[in-house]
C-alpha cells in the first residue's frame, strides 16, 4: 500500500533528477530542488516556464537554469528557445514574431555549446536516426544532415471517418518514433508508417474511442482512454487486448460500476496504474499489462482535487492536483 509522505504546495511543474524533485513554484515560478533523504531544499531564482534537463543542465524553456554539477546559473543559448529534445539531440528555435517567422538549430547533446542551423518548415515532434519528425497539418519527415524533405503525409485523409452527422478528416493526437517505425495516434486508431519511405505498415482502427497517449514498451503498445484499455502489438498492429478496465470493482466497502483513467495510465514496475473517481474520492489501482486484471486497489483519501496521472521514482509516487499541491507516497 502507498502512504502519503510528504505535501509539497505551490508546485506548478515537476520533474526528476537523479535523487531529486525539481519543481516551479507556482508563484515566485523559481526553481525549487528537493532532497527528500536529506530533508533540504535548493532555490534558483528566476522566472522560469516549463523544467528540462539535459545532462546535468536544469534548464527553461528560454534554455536558462542552472548547472547543476558545477553549482552555477547557466543560459544555453542567447535568443534560442526550446523546441524539441530527446537522448541524443536538442533542437532550438529562434521566433520573429513580426515575420511570422521560426529558424531551428540543431545540438547534440554530447556538445551542447554548439549548434547549427536545420532547414524545419514545421514543429519537430520525434527523431529517429537519421530523420526528424514534424508535424503540422499532416506529417513531414527531414533528413537530420541534409534538411531535405523525405516524405509527407495527409494524415487527416487517411484517418478520415464516417459518424452521424457526416464525413470528418481525422486529427493527429501524438507521434512517437520506434525502431524503423513512426507511430502516430488519431481520430479512431493508430497508424504505423515506415519511417525511410513512408509507406504505411499497419493501420489499426477503434470503434468506440480514439487513442491519445501510447505507450510503447517490450514491442507492444499499451493505451488507454477512459473505460477502455488496449495493448497493441508494435510489429504487426494487433490488438493483444481491447477491453475496459472493470465493471462492479469493490475498494473497501465501495463499489465503483465502471472503472476508468483519469487522465492516463503510467507503467511502472511491470504493472499498468491509474487513478479513478467515484463520489468525490480517489483510487489507486494496478493491473496487470497484458490481461488488464486489477492486482492492487486503494483509497488515496488525501485526494480531493482533480489530478494529473501518477509518475513514480525512486520507490516512491508523485500525484499533482489542479491546486498546485504535489502528494509524495511512499509503500
Request: charged share 25%.
Amino acid at each position: 500500500m502507498y502512504r502519503l509522505h510528504k505535501n509539497l504546495s505551490n508546485v506548478r511543474y515537476y520533474d526528476f533528477y537523479k535523487e531529486l524533485i525539481i519543481t516551479i513554484d507556482e508563484e515566485s515560478r523559481n526553481f525549487i530542488t528537493y532532497d527528500l533523504a536529506l530533508n533540504r531544499q535548493f532555490c534558483v531564482e528566476g522566472s522560469f516556464e516549463g523544467i528540462l534537463v539535459l545532462n546535468d543542465l536544469l534548464l527553461d524553456y528560454s534554455l536558462e537554469g542552472w548547472d547543476l554539477v558545477n553549482n552555477l546559473p547557466t543560459k544555453l543559448f542567447e535568443n534560442l528557445q526550446y523546441a524539441y529534445s530527446d537522448d541524443q539531440i536538442l533542437i532550438s528555435k529562434k521566433v520573429n514574431y513580426e515575420k511570422r517567422q521560426v529558424n531551428y538549430f540543431l545540438s547534440k547533446l554530447n556538445d551542447l555549446n554548439s549548434y547549427r542551423d536545420i532547414d524545419l518548415k514545421a514543429n519537430p515532434v520525434a527523431s529517429l536516426g537519421e530523420s526528424i519528425i514534424c508535424r503540422k497539418e499532416g506529417i513531414i519527415v527531414y533528413d537530420i544532415n541534409s534538411s531535405n524533405i523525405l516524405w509527407t503525409c495527409d494524415v487527416g485523409q487517411i484517418a478520415s471517418y464516417e459518424d452521424y452527422d457526416g464525413h470528418h478528416s481525422g486529427q493527429i493526437k501524438q507521434v512517437y518514433s520506434w525502431q524503423d517505425k513512426v507511430l502516430i495516434s488519431v481520430t479512431h486508431g493508430i497508424i504505423c508508417f515506415d519511417v525511410s519511405s513512408g509507406s504505411i505498415i499497419w493501420h489499426t482502427k477503434f470503434d468506440n474511442y480514439s487513442p491519445n497517449e501510447l505507450h510503447l514498451l517490450d514491442e507492444k503498445i499499451y493505451l488507454a482512454q477512459g473505460i477502455y484499455y488496449a495493448v497493441i502489438d508494435l510489429e504487426s498492429g494487433r490488438k493483444i487486448i481491447d477491453t475496459t478496465f472493470g465493471n462492479n470493482v469493490s475498494v473497501g466497502e465501495k463499489i465503483i460500476p465502471m472503472l476508468s483513467s483519469r487522465p492516463d495510465i503510467a507503467y511502472y514496475n511491470n504493472k499498468i496504474w491509474h487513478l479513478d473517481t467515484h463520489d468525490s474520492q480517489y483510487y489507486l489501482f494496478a493491473h496487470e499489462p497484458d490481461t488488464g486484471s486489477i492486482v492492487h486497489k486503494q483509497l488515496l483519501k488525501e485526494l480531493k482535487a482533480p489530478c494529473d496521472t501518477p509518475r513514480f521514482s525512486a520507490n516512491r509516487m508523485y500525484i499533482l492536483d489542479n491546486k498546485k499541491t504535489l502528494h509524495i507516497y511512499a509503500k
